[in-house]
C-alpha cells in the first residue's frame, strides 16, 4: 500500500506546482478571453476595411515573429516570474489602448505592444512550471498535464467570451476593459504563484551585461532549433498549423454574424459549442495518454481531421453539417496542442527551455500572419468560404512533418519510465500531477 500524496514529501510538492500551474493559466487564459468573440467585430464597427482587419492580426503575428526568442532568452537569463509579470502588463496597457482606439495606425500600435506583451509570457509559464516538476521528482510523460491545462485555458476562454459577447450587445468595446482588468490580475496572480521553481543560480547581471547575454542566448536557442531535428519539424508542423488556424479564428464571426445574419450575443454561445469541441479533445488525451512510440501517428490523425473537416465545413451545403464538421475540427485540435506541447517539451533542456519554446511559437507566428494574408486575400476576392477551404487544405500539412517524425527518439531521462519498485514509489508522486 503506497502512502497518499499528503504523506510524500515529493508528491506533496508536486501536487502544489501542478496546481498552481493549473490555476494560473486559468486566470490568464480568462483574462484575454473576454474578447475572442467578438474581436474582428469590433474592429469591423471601428471602419476598418477587411485588409485593416486581417493585417492587425497579422501585424500582431509578424511582431511575435521577431521579439519571441530574444524574450524568451530574457526569460532564460533573469526569470520567468519577471517575464510573464512584465508581459501582463503590456497586454493590460495594450486592451486599454483598444478600448479609445478609432484610428487604424492606433489599432496597429495596440497590437503591437501585446504581442510583445505575449512574447514576454510564452514559454515562461510552462518553462517555470516543467522546471519545478523536474526539480521536484516528477518522473515520466506530461502529456496529462497539459492536456488538463488545454481544458483549464479552454474553459477560461469559454466563460469569460460568454460575458465579452453579452457585454458588446450593450457596447462592443467594453470587453476590452474587461480584459485588460483580467491581464492585471494575472499579473498579480503570478507574481503570488511563480514561486519555488529552480534557482537561477547566478546573481542577476547588470542591464548591459543582461543585454548581451540575451543575445547570445537568442543566437544559442536558435542554432540549436535549427540542428535539433524533432523541435525543427515539430515547429515547422507548428507554423502551418496556425497558418490554417489563424484565418480560421477571424473569419468565422463574420461569417456566422454577416453573412447568416446571427446576432452578437449567440456568437459567445457558438465560442462556447466549439470550445466544448476541444474540452472533449484534451479530455481523451488527459483519460486515454498516448504512449511516446505513437504520439506520431495519433498527431498525423489528429492534422488530416483537422483540416478535413475545416476545408468540409467550406464546403458543405447546409448550416449542420458546418457546425458539426466545426465542433469535430475544434476536437481535433484540442486533442493535438497537449501532445505536441508535451513533446516538444521533452526535447529541451532546463537551462533554455524557454527560449527554445518561443523558438517555436516564432514559426507559428511567421505562419500565422503568411496564412492571415493569404486566405484574406482570396476571401477578399472569392469570400470568406473560398478562405476556409484554402486554409483547410494548408491544414492537411502539418501530417507530414508528423509522419516523418514516427522514429524520433526522447532523451533518455524522459523516454525512460522508472521500472520495479522505483515505479511504484512514483505513482503517488505522477498520481498528485494529475489532481
Known sequence: MHPPASHNPRAAAISRITRRYYLLWWFYAFGGGFVFGVYPLFLRSRGLSELQTNSVLA????VTFLTDVPTGAFADTLSRR?????GCALRTFAFGLYFFAHHYLVFL?????????TTFGNGAVDAWAVDALDAAGFTGLKDRIFSRTSQLTTTGWLLSAMVGSYVASVDIAWPWILGSAGYLTSLMVGAALMRGGPGRGAARPAMRALF???GARSRAGLREGFRNRPVLLLAVASAIGVAAWAPYFMEWPQYFHDDLGVAIWMIGWLYCFFSVGRLTGAELIARFQPA????????TALALGTGSMLLGAALAGSLRMTLAMLFVMNMCSGAMQPVSQAWINEHLEAHNRATLLSFQSTFATFGGALGLIL????ADR???????AVAGTIGLLPAVFYWTLREAKLP????????????AHDAPARRAADL
Do not use: K
Not at 486566405?375 to 482570396?378: D, E, L, S, T, V
Not at 533518455?412 to 515505479?423: E, K, W
Open 212 to 214: 548581451g547575454e540575451v
Open 375 to 378: 486566405c484574406g486575400w482570396i
Open 292 to 299: 511516446s512510440a505513437n504520439r506520431a501517428a495519433l498527431l
Open 109 to 117: 500600435l495596440a497590437e503591437s505592444i501585446d504581442a510583445i506583451g
Open 382 to 388: 472569392h469570400g470568406l468560404l473560398a478562405g476556409w
Open 59 to 62: 501585424t500582431y503575428f509578424l
Open 412 to 423: 533518455a531521462q524522459a523516454a525512460v519510465a522508472p521500472a520495479g519498485d522505483a515505479a
Open 82 to 86: 519577471t517575464a510573464f509579470m512584465l
